[in-house]
T-cell receptor, first 114, second 117 residues
């Protein structure tokens, strides 16, 4: 069975600084997708970034980028120029290509200090 | 991104009553929707996969007779918690699978807080 591990329950970053959130996963599949979702206090799940496993190029979305290491099964999220609004729970998620359901890690709570 | 709505946003009910939660994809068609449950300070746990026009697929340990799922159209899935009890109190979130544009993505509704007294 696929699993997703986020080893950092909590992280803290100074405003305008850079922070990296870790995620590892376990799978025997070759076709899959990886996601980072943000859940602020409102509890609305917001898609931050997605990565297709077959793509070697790391995905980027403005201040958010990933370091996808397929062989190591690692999928870390880098947030540059952190803003107060980035404070939230961040969930790493795995999706098997054919099924569509997401398997989530336990989450990392990110705090941003002014 | 695409928009998914969920209604109601919160509900309080008496033990033994049934509660229906609606999940709608507003600007795309979703042949597949998912229902998750989230306890405080925990991650999301998949309850079931809702497929338009067919029976839902439930995860192990989820009672299908208690959590009834109907996906009657390409934009609407409903979750009915039957004979609710206090232990069913939780945060329920739906998501819709968007395959348009060739990109596989899931968008989430804002969630429903259920409190069973």
């Amino acid at each position: 069975a696929q699993t997703v591990t986020q080893s950092q329950p909590e992280m803290s970053v100074q405003e305008a600084e850079t922070v990296t959130l870790s995620c590892t996963y376990d799978t025997s599949e070759s076709d899959y997708y990886l996601f980072w979702y943000k859940q602020p206090p409102s509890r609305q799940m917001i898609l931050v970034i997605r990565q297709e496993a077959y793509k070697q190029q790391n995905a980027t979305e403005n201040r958010f980028s990933v370091n996808f290491q397929k062989a190591a099964k690692s999928f870390s999220l880098k947030i540059s120029d952190s803003q107060l609004g980035d404070a939230a729970m961040y969930f790493c998620a795995y999706m098997r290509g054919s099924q569509g359901n997401l398997i989530f890690g336990k989450g990392t709570k990110l705090s941003v200090k002014p | 991104g695409a928009v998914v709505s969920q209604h109601p946003s919160w509900v309080i009910c008496k033990s033994g009553t049934s509660v229906k939660i609606e999940c709608r994809s507003l600007d795309f068609q979703a042949t597949t929707m998912f229902w998750y449950r989230q306890f405080p300070k925990q991650s999301l746990m998949l309850m079931a996969t809702s497929n338009e026009g067919s029976k839902a697929t439930y995860e192990q340990g989820v009672e299908k007779d208690k959590f009834l799922i109907n996906h009657a159209s390409l934009t609407l899935s409903t979750l009915t918690v039957t004979s609710a009890h206090p232990e069913d109190s939780s945060f329920y979130i739906c998501s819709a699978r968007d395959l348009s544009g060739g990109e596989e993505t899931q968008y989430f509704g804002p969630g429903t807080r259920l409190l069973v007294l």
